[in-house]
């Protein structure tokens, strides 16, 4: 189907450990964006990639890295993980004529 | 910097009562503003959008947003609430000077009670 699809969608790891969340999107949009929700703080900007090979920081992007070879994945991955990093991450992505960002459904993340 | 504001974490209304959910922006340039919701355990949908043009905007499931540049806001209504819209209610602004990023404010839960 196409759209915007996130894997995987829940994710129990340990602190120190590396994890990486992937998003997918078969929209061709130029735009991709990373989000961390958090209670109180509504979505919060983590990283975001204006096409293959640029991205640039967002908001919140200590602990975290990106990477964008294809312009359909835009990954995203958590060093070493800590429990402050527990959240729902979700990815996002729009068009370069389109204003609306679609995101996707979310990764649920718990960092013990 | 841009910046928004949802000055109720909760709102409650019993069905078929008006529904307001507000919010308030700050940009430097003339903002792109837009309203999602999230049902539990779901993604973010898009409701509507204001870019430019007329100040009522219409959107999705029956919502619509009024935008007032002298008073920097972009309420959220629905004339007539269903239990059905109970959820949490994103309003984002996007300064387009800038890129393509949307700054949110925190949400706002809406209960609808039968």
């Known amino acids: 189907d196409a759209g915007i699809t996130q894997s995987p969608r829940y994710k129990i790891t340990e602190t120190g450990r590396q994890v990486t969340l992937m998003c997918h999107q078969t929209?061709?949009?130029?735009?991709m964006f990373w989000y961390r929700q958090d209670l109180g703080h509504g979505l919060r900007l983590i990283y975001y990639s204006a096409a293959a090979d640029i991205t640039d920081k967002g908001e919140v992007p200590d602990g975290y890295v990106v990477s964008r070879s294809k312009t359909e994945n835009f990954p995203l991955t958590l060093e070493s993980a800590t429990r402050s990093q527990t959240s729902v991450y979700f990815c996002a992505s729009t068009g370069t004529r389109q204003e609306t960002q679609y995101f996707g459904p979310g990764t649920r993340l718990l960092v013990l | 910097a841009q910046s928004v504001a949802q000055p109720e974490d909760q709102v409650n209304v019993a069905e078929g009562n008006p529904l307001t959910v507000k919010c308030t922006y700050s940009v430097s340039g003339n903002p792109y503003l837009f309203w999602y919701v999230q049902y539990p355990n779901r993604g973010l949908q898009f409701l509507l959008k204001y870019i430019t043009g007329d100040n009522l905007v219409k959107g999705s499931y029956g919502f619509e947003a009024e935008f007032n540049k002298s008073q920097t806001s972009f309420h959220l209504k629905k004339p007539s609430a269903l239990v059905s819209d109970s959820a949490l209610y994103f309003c984002?602004?996007?300064?387009?000077?800038?890129?393509?990023?949307?700054?949110f404010g925190a949400g706002t839960t809406v209960t609808v009670r039968a």
């Open positions: 984002a602004v996007r300064d387009p000077l800038y890129d393509y990023k949307l700054s």
């Open positions: 929209w061709s949009h130029s735009y």
